[in-house]
């Protein structure tokens, strides 16, 4: 995707807005929490932002956006739709900060799978059965609407420490203590590349399947019942939520009969993470709940593991 490509995705991503919101109230101060969101939008407070990106770490800015999409924008908080409805509603001034962004950090954001560096991370007791459930069979086994399998197994792309609190909250990693294993991979992998929403469209084009029902709660988000999000559907140019519409999610089983796995990069999670596309015939999909860069195996292509050093807690 070109640079030009990225910023117009930011601006129109759930978390792409969330996080230039959020970056914008940091540079006004006195915030509570890094990740709170100004409501409306200062124009000297987007100037600082840009300019704050130039000095900003990889890990500080990888942080503001896990902890944006899941403590802001997510599915699971109630005053999300108000969140992103004010700020969709600003995110064109803000492209300045979204221009620095693209500028500073694009090329890292679009890495695709290293393979080299892959981690699983892991926590509680070994005799819980979510730890001993077999991985790799039942595909049809999903979370949610189906947008990932509980047949499959995650690992991330060695993130700075400044982000592992905040992935450890993302993945709900409970209880304590969490450990890090590094997972070689022992052969080449085919691997699906997500760098934005429409990668994810056309994984689902290939490989659709209609999107399991469970009480309309998909869309909107948990906890956010569809009368709270009058406020987001007003706005132009959204694409946090949809309340009709037959949701396609992807046949895990038949993209395990191609691909080793799939990956987003953390391009595609500021880009595609919450973001409804609009399909044919009033259809929708969106990828959700993998909340950071990460990989979904589908095969088992991996040697033993090595134990790694905890998570960074500070």
């Known amino acids: ?23 914008e109230g940091m540079a006004r101060g006195g915030v509570v929490w890094s990740t709170d969101m100004p409501w409306g939008t200062d124009r000297a407070a987007i100037e600082t932002a840009a300019a704050s990106v130039t000095g900003m770490s990889w890990g500080q800015l990888l942080c503001t956006a896990v902890e944006t999409g899941l403590f802001r924008v997510g599915p699971w908080m109630s005053d999300a739709p108000a969140n992103l409805a004010d700020a ?12 620095a962004i693209a500028d500073r950090f ?14 699983w991370w892991h926590s509680g007791s070994p005799e819980l059965e979510w730890f001993i459930r077999p991985r790799f069979r039942r595909f049809d086994d999903v979370y949610g609407a189906g947008q990932f399998t509980f047949g499959g197994l995650w690992t991330v792309s060695d993130p700075p420490p400044e982000v592992h609190c905040a992935l450890i909250s993302s993945w709900e990693l409970e209880p ?39 009480d309309g709660w998909e869309l909107p988000g948990i906890n956010q019942h569809r009368r709270d999000v009058d406020v987001l559907l007003g706005v132009d140019g959204q694409h946090g939520v949809r309340i009709a519409g037959r949701q396609l999610v992807p046949d895990w089983e038949a993209v395990a009969a191609d691909f080793d796995g799939v990956h987003l990069s953390w391009a595609g999670f500021v880009t595609a993470e919450g973001y409804v596309s609009d399909l044919d015939v009033g259809d929708v999909t969106m990828l959700r709940y993998w909340f950071s860069e990460r990989t979904l195996w589908l095969r088992d292509v991996f040697g033993d593991p090595a134990p790694l050093g905890a998570p960074h807690s500070d």
Do not use: C, K, N
Request: net charge negative; proline share 10%; no cysteine.
């Open 1 to 23: 995707m070109s640079e030009g490509g990225f910023v117009e995705s930011l601006l129109a991503a759930p978390v792409g807005v969330g996080l230039l919101a959020a970056l």
């Open 88 to 99: 969709y509603r600003h995110a064109g001034e803000r492209h300045p900060i979204a221009e």
């Open 176 to 214: 304590d203590p969490v450990s890090r294993w590094w997972l070689p991979i022992e052969r080449p992998v085919r691997v699906w590349e997500i760098h934005s929403p429409a990668d994810w469209v056309r994984l689902v084009a290939t490989y659709p399947a209609v999107g399991r029902g469970y």
């Open 106 to 119: 694009g090329p890292a954001l679009h890495v695709p799978l290293d393979a080299d560096v892959q981690q």
